[in-house]
């Protein structure tokens, strides 16, 4: 039965991880042992007959592991008040709108009723 003990199983202030992520990698230290090394060695020699035959995803990972990922670069700019202009129309300024005229002989005919 749900009391508040167990729903705060955490006492406050304290982490539930007090240790934290565990500092080595357990796939780095596998691949490290000597007697791994000939698994090792066919896992490269597949990932790289794959890029061999075109398999992209094979060329990234490899690309990935001998010069690092490409950094992702985000540009955050001020918000602004302008309208995004979408497209252009040849001879037509942003600033230049169109309008439309009321010609001069039209008169309000709503009046006559």
Known sequence: MANENNLKPFKK?????????PKWKQITEMLKNPENQEKLA??????YERALEGDMRAVEFIADRLEGR???RLSVEK??????????????????RPTAA?????TDDSSDS
């Open 13 to 21: 202030g304290k982490s539930g991880n007090p240790g934290g992520r």
């Open 70 to 72: 490409v950094a992702t």
């Open 79 to 96: 918000p602004s008040d302008e309208p995004i202009k979408v497209f252009d129309i040849e001879g037509l300024d942003f600033d230049e």
């Open 102 to 106: 009321i010609p001069d002989n039209i």
């Open 42 to 47: 066919e896992v490269v020699n597949v990932v």
